[in-house]
């Protein structure tokens, strides 16, 4: 049986190093570091004080239309990141023949509370700190606001991208933490495989740089404290690693039918070739120090798509930069790759754009492909310190021109998800580039 | 199509309002007993909308694999967790995978697929008292963090906690997703692991849904959007007047027919198809006409190659909510023509528990092709206008006919709608 094969045909990012595609991989050419005090509410008194904020943020467009009144900060980061990547890719949901071929996946945020939301409520119902459900009644009208319950359901963000863009076909929203956005590519690539799609909208977005989201990392001792040296914080692979960085913003991908892209012309960028979508089952934060879960993970995407591990050319890694994500994650390459893992690029562009959670896998699946692009592996920044259980090729001397024919990009989340995918060069085949 | 994998029911569980596994909530569907009450968990006197469909006599020590899984989870989780054991015993693939030499293969090729509520309002209550405490300064809020809320808070409301703990706990290790999507995620992941099944990316899958509809902050607004009815869930009925939420969590367990042969499992019935869609309109819009729905129901039964003779039966979402009801009947209506395909809905025995409620309503949807017996609708009095050519029974009824299809409706936020088809096994 042939199987449909995807192509991707148009690119969108809102990251901590810019505010489009360009600007993000310009960022990552220049060495940029997108971490910085956090300015977004005063965190002077928080253990980790900094994070990788998007910055001098104005939304790309003035958007009309009553559905904007539900629109977050970080929902806004997906719609100008959707709008580039339909732009790019010239085609949209509303000019396509048949609208109803045209989907939706969003790996979307879990932190879909707003402070100042929560804040409120603890002033109508919870003076004291315990809730009267009662007093809260008695308060309705001055506390309610329809535009609170919107921007806080589940599927908020996913809804203002299905009305902001005319979808009428398959639309789904996943969240497996850190590995959402590599998921919801993923998912996206089976709907056109299996036939229900021809064009899919696919991404991630996502802010924890609130209040809420800050405090939860820093009560699990997950952040990095480099408090005094924000823009060397983020240190993937690196002996002095002591946490992540916390960042926001959004990316999404257009995948499309190859023929019809083929058929309309399309500058395709690459081919979304495979995906391995594991469990590792092991703990809920912590992954398995010896890379279980995350390599068979990585050897799913290659069986998917038919390549050897010898036709790897460079690993966007998921590369947290806390002691046990880096050490796992390096033992899942050597599983895998044996030998050859010593002579593959392995870089965590996390050095430069902090960590994204749900939108992580979203803007790394974007970085992976500009990579094969412009041929140039991104480095991993802020290697000092040798650690003698990462010892790969970690890109550290700064971006590297290469010829790309297969990249991988993984992301492992909390709970145990490991997503690899895996793009070709569009005129890969076997043994050349 | 016809050479692609087939998808079994092979086990089944859910825990809601109306009983606490699905037999019983199988015999309190026939017997017409509803678990809908007024709320009991929280004071909420001089609220005008009480009611709501909790679970009774809530004991999550015992519906937990161990005990100290308590302190790391939320009470969504208990009840997600607690459905999964249930469908994976009824499996009985737990002593088969016990049999197998090597059980590498058998993991690796066994997912878990969840439909997740996300985030509830309550699981961020925890910071009140810190909020309390500082009064809004951020600095001393900053300060006092790691004083006042419990170190491990993330973990206890990860939105994919049932996820990781069902592999976790049966060391399964294959394919998975997590989708949060309103009312809609169950049926969603439902769907995705019939294709995982489907494209050999899983030999089996554990499907789970759960979701705490009785969240009060969450129902305090969908009764401000008047959403909810203060006195009853009347599916169709000429006094509807609005949903009523509710907890529960349903799972299946999903196998291909190869991996269900094998082991010579029991067969529920046959997952066959269906599609999830939204109508491209507002965040809590329904389509009035039920255009786009319509379209759906044809586009599903065009897929299986099968007409309304062939459907048993419809199990239509039914929220009680006119708007929903009525532009539901209307697309049914359009789509069965003259067939007057039976028609149910269960959410009037146990409430709306929203996320988990399309796989709730297909494990009940399976067991009313096993058991031949379609359970009706109890406190249906009189159609609505709209409704009235709908075929609607208050008693069960026994599934005599030929037609061995049935077609299930969940629609939720999002303007989404969700369609599933399911066949009768050969042998049932």
Known sequence: MKQRRVAITGIGVVSPLGHDARSTWQGLMARKSGMQKIQQFDASGFPVRFAAEVKNYTPRAVRSGKHHRFTMPFTQFALDAATEALHDAGIHPKTVADNARFGLVAGSGMMTGDFDHLTRFQQAAAFEGAVDWNILQQQGDAFYRLNDFGRTASNSGLSLLIQEFGITGYANSVHTACASGGQALGLAMHVIRRGEADYMLAGGFDSMINPLGVSS????????????????????????????????GSAFLVLELWEKAKARGAKIYAELAGEGNTLSSYRITDSHPGGDGANQAIQGALADAGVQPSDVDYINAHGTSTKMNDLSETNAIKAVFGERAYKLPVSSTKSQTGHLIAAAGAIEAAISVLAIQHATVPMTKN???????????????????????VVLSNSFGFGGTNSCLLFKHPEFERGRV | MSDLTRVMITGMGAVSASGMNIEAMWDALLLGNTGIDEIKTADISTWSHRLGGEIKDYQPAKMLPERKLLKAISRQDVLGISAAMQAIEDSQILPYRDGLADRTVFNEKTGVFVGSPGNKYDQQYDFLPLMAKTQNHMQAFGAELMNEVHPMWLLRILPNNVLAYTGITYGFKGANHNVVNHATGGMQALLEAYHAIQSGQADRVVVVAYDVGTDLQASFYYERLGLLSAQHLKPFDMTHDGTILAEGAAALVLESEASAKTRGATTYAEITGGFARTEGSGLFSIEASGDALTELLRQTLDA??????????????GNGNPKSDISEAHAINRVQADVRVPVTGFKWAMGHTLCASGLMDAALAAKALKTRVLPGIENLDAPAKACEHLNLQTKPQALDGDAKHALLINRGFGSMNVTVTMKACDHA
Not at chain 1, 392 to 398: N, S
Not at chain 2, 304 to 317: G, S, W
């Open chain 1, 383 to 405: 290697q000092t310190t040798p650690d003698p259980a990462c010892d790969l090729d970690y890109v550290a001397e700064g971006p590297r021109e290469k010829s790309l024919g």
């Open chain 2, 304 to 317: 299986q190659k099968i007409t309304p003779d062939d459907l048993a039966f419809i199990v239509a979402h």
């Open chain 1, 217 to 248: 990392f820093c009560l699990l001792g997950a952040l990095s404290s480099y408090n005094e040296t924000p823009e060397t914080a983020s240190r993937p692979f690196d002996g002095s690693r002591n946490g992540f960085v916390l960042g926001e």
